[in-house]
């Protein structure tokens, strides 16, 4: 039996899988595992863009941590998030697991807690010295929501559709095939979201990937952000839509005192880039799991809006 701590699986019906475009979290690592339970159909293919229809007793678990954690040295696990779709409820259940100081054990914390991090992005710059905020169940919930059901967020066919080096640089999606965990057998038809931070890739695409991962769970049709008008999904086309000379629904703190979404060729003018820009309550986006400002993140939506013609 191994320590708790290095993440491994127990058995092959716990899967570890990376995302093609993950989303932003202050930074932290994270170690992604599915449990496929024993005796039930295969998660069943919906569409590319849509997370897959997992079986009754799945469970999604995400590991976040901090590499090289600045005052030990050694990696810091923070949280372990588990989304479980429970065969008592039928429904998506959320627990967050915050991990003792000793990284012997998670306990469980419906009321999430703060948690003081020191870390480097790189070898080279200074450590970042922060207060950590793992989300309490409803704010879980609030990124979950969809249709005012609880859903996952990450595993969709577009993002599962890459190599993962723990499974041996196999396909992920090819390796669910061959373990009875997906229903679809041609996976190779299927679209790749785009990797956000690979400057091979246009970046329209980047962008759009980018905003699919970091703010489309709630700005889509159905989310629980549906009603600000702003869909930001990677297929949308629609220019309003993506908040082209939109202006917003609610005025207030949150615009910066600026009249559109996106003004294009103009970043400074843009009310996506103020919001992810800064880490003020009513200001920032998005607003749950997010107290450092991605820097990279912002630089490659200045990047798009400045491009736009």
């Keep these: ?116 991090v020191n870390f480097s992005k790189t070898e080279q710059e200074a450590p970042i010295h922060f207060t950590y ?62 990797n956000y931070d690979n400057d091979t890739i246009s970046i329209q695409k980047r962008a759009k990937a980018y905003l699919q991962a970091n703010c489309a769970h709630c700005h889509n049709e159905v989310g629980s952000a549906k009603t600000s008008g702003l869909h930001l999904t990677y297929h949308q086309e629609d220019e309003y839509r993506i908040g082209i000379n939109k202006a917003p629904i609610a005025a207030g703190q949150g615009s910066g005192d600026l009249q559109y979404g996106i003004v294009k060729g103009n970043p400074d003018a843009s009310i996506l880039v103020y919001r992810m820009s800064h880490t003020e309550p009513n200001i920032v986006m998005p607003e749950v799991g997010k107290n450092l400002v991605h820097t990279e993140g912002v630089a490659l939506i200045r990047e798009w809006i400045q491009q736009m013609k």
């Design 1 to 116: 039996k191994q320590p708790l701590n290095l993440l491994e699986p127990v058995n092959e019906r716990v899967m570890p899988y990376e995302l093609n475009a993950p989303l932003f979290t202050d930074y932290a690592s994270k170690k992604r595992f599915i449990y496929f339970p024993e005796g039930v159909a295969p998660a069943k293919y919906v569409k590319d863009d849509v997370v897959l229809d997992f079986p009754l007793g799945t469970i999604i678990i995400k590991n976040f941590y901090y590499k090289g954690e600045q005052l030990s040295g050694q990696d810091k696990i923070i949280e372990t998030r588990l989304l479980i779709h429970s065969e008592k409820t039928k429904q998506w259940e959320t627990l967050p697991y915050v991990w003792n100081e000793e990284q012997t054990e998670a306990y469980l914390y419906i009321l999430g807690k703060d948690v003081d």
């Design 133 to 194: 905020s793992v989300p309490n169940v409803n704010m879980c919930k609030s990124c979950h929501i969809n249709n005012k059901n609880i859903i996952p967020i990450g595993p969709s066919p577009m993002q599962l559709h890459r190599l993962n080096k723990g499974l041996g640089d196999v396909n992920q999606l090819s390796y669910m095939n061959s373990h009875q965990f997906l229903d679809k057998a041609d996976v190779n038809g299927i679209e790749k979201i785009a």
